[in-house]
């Protein structure tokens, strides 16, 4: 990876991009085999690795689980309407949802809404008590909107890695 000065990103070469298309996939990879596909040395692999987490690149290894598997058999996506959009409100808005543990992804929006939040429990009353905490009770909520999902057909975290250029 060649690094570009400090403001502003480094610049992924293809060794990078292939990595990454790898560690996507599974992060559990071992790096000899990373290394075999991408046709670098385990240690060219490693040091390429740790240089594209520390310019926050990857910026976490996680598990993909079932939720089903879990007891989390409800999962909703809830379009967000804030009060306002000032800073202060915002700002409580994102801290809330962030160490909420049933908010399992959270954006910060555009176009009419303030947020889209992915949420699981375990059934609609566990459910209801979370939007009553998160939505109904919370005076800078002005609307929100549940979508409850009928199946799960993608997870995942893999972005396509395109050829620079």
Same mark, same amino acid.
């Given at each position: 990876?060649? $690094?570009?000065?400090?403001?502003r *990103?480094?610049?992924?070469?293809?060794?990078?991009?292939? !990595?990454?298309? +790898?560690?996507q996939?599974?992060?559990?990879?071992?790096? *000899?085999?990373?290394? #075999?596909?991408?046709?670098?040395?385990?240690?060219?692999?490693? $040091?390429?690795?740790?240089?594209?987490?520390?310019?926050? !690149?990857?910026? *976490?290894?996680?598990?993909i689980?079932?939720?089903?598997?879990?007891?989390?058999?409800i999962?909703? !996506? +809830?379009?967000?309407?804030?009060?306002? #959009? $000032?800073?202060?409100?915002?700002?409580?808005?994102?801290?809330l949802?962030?160490?909420?543990?049933?908010?399992?992804?959270?954006?910060?929006?555009?176009?009419g809404?303030?947020?889209?939040?992915v !949420?699981v429990?375990?059934?609609?009353?566990?459910?209801?008590?979370t939007?009553r905490?998160?939505?109904?009770?919370?005076?800078?909520?002005?609307?929100?909107?549940?979508?409850i999902?009928?199946? $799960?057909?993608? +997870?995942?975290?893999e972005?396509?890695?395109?050829?620079?250029?």
């Open positions: 990876m060649t $690094r570009a000065s400090s403001s *990103r480094p610049t992924l070469d293809g060794f990078d991009r292939a !990595i990454l298309r +790898v560690v996939q599974d992060a559990k990879t071992p790096q *000899r085999t990373i290394a #075999e596909r991408v046709n670098l040395s385990p240690a060219a692999v490693q $040091r390429r690795v740790a240089a594209m987490e520390d310019a926050g !690149i990857i910026t *976490r290894n996680v598990a689980v079932d939720t089903a598997a879990l007891g989390m058999a999962t909703s !996506i +809830v379009e967000v309407h804030l009060t306002d #959009e $000032r800073t202060a409100t915002v700002d409580a808005a994102k801290a949802f962030r160490d909420a543990p049933e908010v399992q992804q959270c954006y910060y929006v555009t176009g809404i303030s947020f889209v939040l !949420i429990s375990p059934d609609m009353m566990a459910y209801e008590a939007t905490r998160l939505f109904a009770e919370n005076p800078a909520v002005a609307t929100f909107r549940s979508l999902a009928l199946d $799960r057909v993608k +997870v995942g975290a972005i396509e890695i395109l050829p620079k250029g």
